[in-house]
Nanobody, 117 residues
């Protein structure tokens, strides 16, 4: 089992920045691919970014390219999502996920991000 706990969400003004963290525990998380997803009110959960087990491959949704950066520190069992130039449409609950071979088996409880003036 892998347990994931997100933190770092909050209220920020448009154009501001936040850094989300996802602390993992349990099995050796360094072997898992990690991802960030988000779900806005009334919408389906959508992919935001992913990173492979050694950090060499990163993918982003078109809506966040150039603004968000995913990274990981396997020594700390932590994955990060640096979010810059935030927009109101980025408002959502952000979830961290872990998995193997493109399938996410483990999910965190989510952290709320609200972008509003």
């Amino acid at each position: 089992q892998v347990q994931l706990v997100e933190s770092g969400g909050g209220l920020v003004q448009p154009g501001g920045s936040l850094r989300l963290s996802c602390a993992a525990s349990g099995r050796t998380v360094g072997r898992y691919g990690m991802g960030w997803f988000r779900q806005a009110p009334g919408a389906e959960r959508e992919f935001v970014a992913s990173i492979n087990n050694n950090g060499g491959v990163r993918n982003y949704a078109n809506s966040v390219k150039g603004r968000f950066t995913i990274s990981r520190d396997n020594a700390k069992n932590t994955v990060y999502l640096q979010m810059n130039n935030l927009k109101p449409e980025d408002t959502a609950v952000y979830y961290c996920a872990a998995g193997l071979v493109g399938s996410y088996s483990y999910w965190g409880q989510g952290t709320q991000v609200t972008v509003s003036s």
